[in-house]
């Protein structure tokens, strides 16, 4: 069932080191009934025809994980069928969009979705479903040595969460994307697409560079589709819910953007499905919530005028509503006091929470190199077995007992071999000099 409807939540953190005087403030939602998980190109009926049945977000990677016939405990929804285990896909990929309060496709099947555990935050959402234990990424990149298994988006959390530092993840190419933009529109036909976009906001062209990395990375999957071992793509479009925060739910510029990602999926999925010769899973897990900063606009103007005396001398009312969640703090001692003024100017409307140190500001990546760095395992507890452990050790023992049963029969025969009667060496040859004789 899908989650009872809360109050919107605003959370505000202080994240990288403290003299930075940087304030970021994010928006977490409330779940929406609209929210669907899509199957675009099925694999031999491996998804139940079932549709009203409740997809479980926070289950997508060990889901994943069954369609490629791996079971896992946490893989307890029913509407995903083992199917026949000698008859695979070769490729696993989901599209994810977090964080938008309207998106819908055309699929072959849709579920709903339960959103229990996760916020509307793209960072958080992905960390709770793809973070957490041994996900697909890390599970097959161990299975299988050569499996090609990589996460895209712009946001370089999501982007390695989903990867869980054993595979490939793609975000630094944005920046390289932004130098060449207008070339890359042009090379993948997109500048006629884009004309009620204005280029020259940071956030339009980031988000726009996203696209460009997604579309570019799905034509270098034909190189790697060949290799023999299964596949998995997790491409997360962080920036749309970036495109609505400027520009409102209901305009113009967010329907081109909309529109441009959904268009994106579309031709990335016929990509995929010719490239795997469609033996491949197309799926996307879309995720809405319910309301958005700019609808609140009297709210925003009021708590910028309580912020003003607090924010960077040159952040001016429409810089205040463009760079959120992100706001430049005139100095350190501040953070304290906009928080304040955040709860008083839109306390009514969200529940604000505040929370600050430089341990928030650690990333994924910083945060797996130190526990690689340092394995040592307090109160003498081992460290817990991998998943596979029974299996292999199931094969070991069917080997070894195979190699002993074969060795001691060999050496039962040669120790019970009578060579009077078995031996061709000391075959008694009388009878046969007799019967040439008599011939």
């Known amino acids: 069932m899908l989650p009872k409807l809360v109050l919107p939540l605003l959370v505000v953190g202080i994240f990288g080191c403290l003299n930075a005087h940087k304030l970021t403030v994010e928006f977490v939602g409330t779940p929406s009934a609209n929210s669907r998980f899509y199957v675009l190109h099925d694999f031999h009926n491996t998804y139940s025809n079932e549709e009203e049945t409740t997809f479980p977000a926070l289950q997508v990677s060990d889901l994943l994980l069954k369609t490629m016939g791996i079971?896992?405990?946490?893989?307890?929804?029913?509407?995903?069928?083992l199917g026949n285990l000698f008859s695979?896909?070769?490729?696993?990929?989901?599209?994810?969009?977090?964080?938008?309060?309207?998106?819908?496709?055309v699929a072959e099947k849709s579920f709903l979705v339960d959103q229990s555990g996760l916020t509307g935050s793209v960072t958080d959402d992905m960390a709770a479903m793809f973070g957490k234990g041994d996900n697909i990424a890390q599970h097959l990149s161990n299975l299988f040595g050569g499996s090609y298994t990589l996460s895209v988006s712009a946001n370089e959390e999501a982007a390695e969460v989903a990867?869980?530092?054993?595979?490939?993840?793609?975000?630094?190419?944005?920046?390289?994307?932004?130098?060449?933009?207008?070339?890359?529109?042009?090379?993948?036909?997109?500048?006629?697409?884009?004309?009620?976009?204005?280029?020259?906001?940071?956030?339009?062209?980031?988000?726009?560079?996203?696209?460009?990395?997604?579309?570019?990375?799905?034509?270098?999957v034909k190189s790697y589709a060949k290799d023999g071992a299964p596949d998995v793509l997790v491409f997360?479009?962080?920036?749309?819910?970036?495109?609505?925060?400027?520009?409102?739910?209901?305009?113009?510029?967010?329907?081109i953007a909309t529109q441009l990602v959904r268009q994106t999926i579309n031709e990335a999925r016929d990509d995929l499905v010719a490239c795997y010769k469609g033996n491949v899973l197309?799926?996307?897990?879309?995720?809405?919530?319910?309301?958005?900063?700019?609808?609140?606009?009297?709210?925003?103007?009021?708590?910028?005028?309580?912020?003003?005396?607090?924010?960077?001398?040159?952040?001016?009312?429409?810089?205040?509503?463009?760079?959120?969640?992100?706001?430049?703090?005139?100095?350190?001692?501040?953070?304290?006091?906009?928080?304040?003024a955040l709860k008083a100017g839109l306390g009514k409307t969200f529940t604000v929470q505040c929370f600050g140190g430089q341990s928030n500001s650690r990333s994924l990546r910083q945060t797996s190199s130190v526990s690689a760095a340092s394995?040592?395992?307090?109160?003498?507890?081992?460290?817990?077995?991998?998943?596979?452990?029974?299996?292999?050790?199931?094969?070991?023992?069917?080997?070894?007992?195979?190699?002993?049963?074969t060795l001691y029969a060999v050496s039962w025969w040669m120790w019970t071999l009578d060579p009077g009667r078995d031996s061709v060496i000391y075959r008694n040859v009388a009878d046969v000099t007799a019967a040439a004789k008599s011939r």
């Open 71 to 81: 079971l896992k405990d946490g893989a307890g929804w029913a509407g995903v069928t």
């Open 88 to 105: 695979r896909p070769y490729a696993t990929v989901l599209f994810v969009v977090d964080g938008v309060t309207s998106f819908d496709m």
């Open 163 to 220: 990867s869980n530092g054993r595979a490939y993840s793609r975000s630094a190419d944005v920046d390289k994307r932004l130098k060449s933009l207008k070339s890359d529109l042009r090379t993948y036909g997109l500048t006629t697409v884009v004309k009620g976009l204005d280029l020259e906001d940071k956030c339009v062209a980031t988000f726009l560079a996203e696209v460009v990395m997604v579309k570019k990375t799905v034509k270098e």
């Open 236 to 255: 997360t479009f962080s920036t749309l819910k970036d495109v609505e925060l400027l520009y409102g739910a209901g305009s113009s510029q967010l329907q």
């Open 282 to 340: 197309v799926q996307s897990l879309v995720l809405l919530w319910e309301g958005s900063l700019p609808q609140h606009s009297t709210n925003m103007k009021d708590t910028y005028q309580a912020l003003k005396p607090y924010l960077s001398p040159e952040v001016t009312e429409a810089d205040f509503k463009r760079k959120l969640p992100h706001l430049q703090l005139a100095s350190e001692g501040h953070s304290g006091l906009a928080c304040n």
């Open 375 to 405: 394995p040592s395992f307090p109160d003498n507890v081992a460290e817990d077995r991998s998943e596979l452990f029974a299996p292999i050790f199931i094969m070991w023992l069917l080997v070894l007992l195979s190699v002993g049963l």
